[in-house]
């Protein structure tokens, strides 16, 4: 087993400890049992959010939301980690480093509003390596009670002194929260936290819900309440959902009262890195079962990455039912899944560099730079779509202010007809090749008028020779050799918005 090191320095602007007794705790593996229990679970099953909240905006944040009850009554405790290089410290008058920060909490659901606040957090570092170290991190804590049902949550982060334009910079995550009602007899189980140890003996709730290189041990907390005996089993089962790989063991919880507080650990050195799933079943009848999922991970630098935008890569690279099933994990395991797309796809295997995903940053970040349109990322607008998937074309042609309608009318032509000839005259309108030191006339599009014609939008048309540099190799099946790609976008209502009009690209419905 890893030997687990010290874990990051945790700067805490809030801490609230519930008192509870502690609970004994006898470990066996009992698979057969487990797996009987896991088949009596009641529809409760899933309490809190299945997987932690992630927000992939600046601030880069990640949030849980575990439920846990008090005297019959829910409350959520939320815990929400920010790393310091995703917000903006200022130096004080003392001489230390000062970040603040707003969390804004939301449950709604039809009609109904549970609960709508906002809280400040100050965030402290002694110097300005401590206000940038990636291994520091703040933990903001609300706890608040709320009525059973599904609600729909929103977190929001506001960097207070982090600004964009004349906005402060902030982010959101979104989920769904799930607050069973307590049954009106019998032992139930509260959701379940996962919680990382502190070099002091100590613990803090880990919201990204990530084990591994920076700990390789397993910690939940949860609750057993009302407990009428003086043990009760509580089966135990991690699964590999993709793999189909499972573990079961059964935790004794000794003595009895309202509440019963205990944690389950388990060493990690021996699991492969990816995503799992944890669920914990009560073997009383008709006991419902708490889940949640979590991720591991031995890629140190993948780990250390605080800037990585792994939503971004995926909605990039994944579609449908795919992409749907990445975008649900944690940061973690979405940080997993792309490791192992990008491993699959390494030119250069067995070296530490991978030529194609280094291709793949610099066209995003050229995207990202060049393509933004009115809070759309770079990457993921038309142009930044295409950019990314084929690289610079050779030639475009670009007319911010066209002369008349005849010029997207002709433009539309050479998308499909590539022996359609310019006007000849003053008018005549050719593509500029990027190699050639011209510079491209680009002009205010505030002077297009909303709601312009159509047929008088600014627009871009992109010609490629060939297929252009495609990144994957199967974006250039069933092309036609001999014909050159062709993309062209236009900013229909001048607004600097640009959608992709029409294509010769195979892939592209028209």
Avoid at 278 to 304: H, K, N, Y
Avoid at 322 to 341: D, H, I
Avoid at 397 to 402: A, D, G, H
Avoid at 466 to 487: C, I, M, N, S
Wanted: negative net charge; contains cysteine; charged residues 25%.
């Amino acid at each position: 087993m890893t030997e687990a090191g010290p874990g990051p320095e945790i700067m805490r602007s809030r801490h609230q400890q519930v008192e509870i007794q502690p609970a004994g705790r006898l470990r066996v593996a009992v698979v057969l049992l487990l797996l009987a229990a896991s088949m009596s679970q009641g529809p409760e099953a899933c309490a809190g959010v299945m997987a932690a909240l992630h927000a992939a905006d600046t601030p880069v944040f990640d949030a849980d939301l575990p439920v846990f009850f008090e005297d019959g009554a829910a409350r959520i405790d939320l815990a929400v980690c920010v790393h310091h290089p995703q917000l903006q410290f200022e130096r004080s008058a003392s001489g230390d480093y000062v970040a603040r920060a707003k969390v804004h909490l939301k449950l709604a659901r039809k009609g109904e509003v549970a609960l709508d606040l906002e809280q400040l957090f100050v965030v402290q570092a002694a110097d300005e390596a401590a206000a940038v170290d990636p291994e520091r991190f703040a933990l903001f804590e609300l706890s608040r009670p709320v009525e059973p049902g599904l609600w729909a949550v929103t977190v929001q982060v506001e960097d207070l002194q982090g600004t964009v334009g004349l906005a402060h910079e902030r982010s959101e995550a979104h989920g769904v929260l799930s607050v069973p009602v307590p049954p009106p007899s019998g032992s139930y189980l509260s959701d379940v936290e996962f919680r990382w140890s502190l070099p002091d003996g100590s613990e803090l709730p880990a919201p990204e819900r990530l084990y591994g290189v920076r700990q390789d041990t397993l910690i939940v907390y949860a609750e057993l309440n009302r407990v009428d005996q003086d043990r009760t089993a509580v089966a135990v089962r991690i699964e590999d959902p993709a793999f189909g790989y499972a573990q079961g063991d059964t935790l004794w919880v000794k003595g009895s009262g309202p509440r019963r507080a205990f944690r389950y650990r388990l060493a990690l050195g021996s699991f492969p890195e990816g995503s799992y799933r944890l669920t914990m079943i009560p073997l009383r009848e008709g006991a419902a079962c708490r889940q949640g999922d979590f991720a591991v991970s031995w890629d140190i630098e993948g780990v250390a990455d605080t800037g990585r935008n792994p939503a971004l890569e995926i909605r990039l690279l994944f579609e449908g039912e795919e992409r749907q099933r990445l975008l649900a994990l944690p940061r973690s395991g979405q940080v997993a899944a792309l490791n192992a797309f990008w491993a699959r796809h390494d030119p250069t295997p067995g070296t530490r560099a991978n030529e194609l995903y280094e291709r793949f940053l610099r066209r995003v970040d050229h995207a990202e730079r060049f393509f933004s349109e009115q809070g759309t990322p770079g990457a993921l607008s038309a142009r930044g779509r295409v950019y990314i998937r084929f690289g610079p074309p050779a030639q475009k042609q670009i007319e911010v202010l066209p002369n008349d309608s005849r010029d997207l009318q002709e433009a539309v032509v050479k998308v499909h007809d590539p022996t359609q000839v310019d006007r000849a005259g003053w008018m005549a309108k050719t593509a500029i090749p990027l190699n050639s030191g011209g510079i491209e006339a680009r002009q205010d599009l505030r002077r297009i008028a909303p709601g312009s014609a159509i047929t008088q939008a600014a627009f871009e048309l992109w010609i490629y020779d060939g297929v252009g540099d495609p990144l994957f190799a199967d974006q250039a099946a069933g092309w036609t050799e001999g014909v050159d790609l062709r993309f062209l976008f236009v900013d229909a209502l001048g607004t600097g918005v640009y959608r992709l009009e029409t294509s010769n690209d195979p892939f592209h419905q028209n």
